[in-house]
């Protein structure tokens, strides 16, 4: 959820920006950005960390010791891997450690039972101190490594600036270029979008959202649902129907886009990418094996 910036582009500028990346300030370190599909993206086998694997996996150039209990960033920053707390509910979100960031499996697909649970969140819970080393530590950071990505269905066109750095912008334009060319194309979700880069807290707490970093975006905000404009109240969010389109959450998942409709408190508009949790579902289901030779 964003109240931000908007971004309808003129459709004279979108045959311009179609599907490029224009960048806005600075230019990021180089990282090896080749397209991967978090869905079917080989993975090792049974044996290893699967925090660790889904990590490495996730973030081209990271290194994760789960012994020395570090995470070092493709930017050559080190921030703690420190496990799971026993915590629940709304405590979990506060101060949550790197392995707290696990404790709940994201489920793949179009599936929305699991958050009839209260606090059934996968996602919400984000280290503070990953996110800054990831992306950077501050506004001004943050911003000097945005990029411009457009969607251009042929009835709708939408723009959103997020980060180049750990592929972010890579993986979104290839997303915006599948959503675009489904059958039929699902411009109704990039109409009223809500933005992108925002560097703001969560309403209602003190945690910085995903949105600070350059990291996600909001879709449609009058199709989207979200918990707070419901009037429900935490922890009992309540049910939760959308009508985004199945392929349409596909081709975020697959490029590493986790979708807030899945969250008890549920975010409906509200893509952010956290391949790790994917890879992370994917090896904790054992669906994680090699393709056998
Ligand atoms: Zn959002």
Request: proline share 8%.
């Amino acid at each position: 959820m964003h109240q931000g910036r908007r971004w309808i582009v003129p459709a004279a500028r979108a045959l311009v920006l179609a599907l490029a990346l224009v960048p806005v300030a600075g230019a990021a370190a180089a990282q090896d950005c080749a397209l991967r599909d978090f869905l079917t993206m080989p993975l090792p086998g049974a044996g290893g960390d699967a925090v660790v694997v889904a990590l490495e996996a996730a973030y081209p150039g990271l290194r994760a010791d789960a012994g020395a209990g570090t995470i070092t960033t493709p930017q050559g920053a080190t921030v703690p891997l420190a496990p799971a707390r026993d915590l629940e509910g709304a405590a979990r979100l506060e101060g949550a450690t790197v392995g707290d960031m696990f404790a709940q499996t994201y489920p793949p697909g179009y599936d929305l039972t699991a958050r009839s649970v209260p606090w059934a969140d996968p996602g919400r819970a984000r280290n503070d101190a990953l996110f800054r080393a990831l992306y950077g530590d501050s506004a001004r950071a943050v911003r000097a490594a945005l990029v411009r990505v457009t969607y251009a269905g042929p009835g709708a066109q939408a723009a959103f600036d997020v980060t180049t750095r750990q592929c972010v912008a890579t993986q979104l334009r290839a997303a915006l270029e599948e959503a675009a060319a489904l059958s039929p194309p699902p411009d109704d979700w990039f109409r009223d979008t809500g933005g992108s880069f925002n560097w703001r807290v969560i309403a209602g707490t003190d945690r910085l959202s995903a949105h600070s970093f350059g990291a996600a975006i909001d879709l449609n905000t009058g199709l989207g649902g979200y918990w707070r404009w419901s009037g429900a109240t935490e922890g009992a969010a309540g049910p939760f129907q959308s009508t985004l389109p199945p392929a349409l959450l596909a081709v975020f998942e697959r490029r590493g886009f986790i979708w807030g409709g899945k969250w008890h408190h549920f975010d409906g508009m509200h893509f952010e990418y956290r391949p790790e949790l994917i890879l992370h579902a994917r090896l904790t289901a054992g669906a994680g094996a090699p393709p056998q030779p």
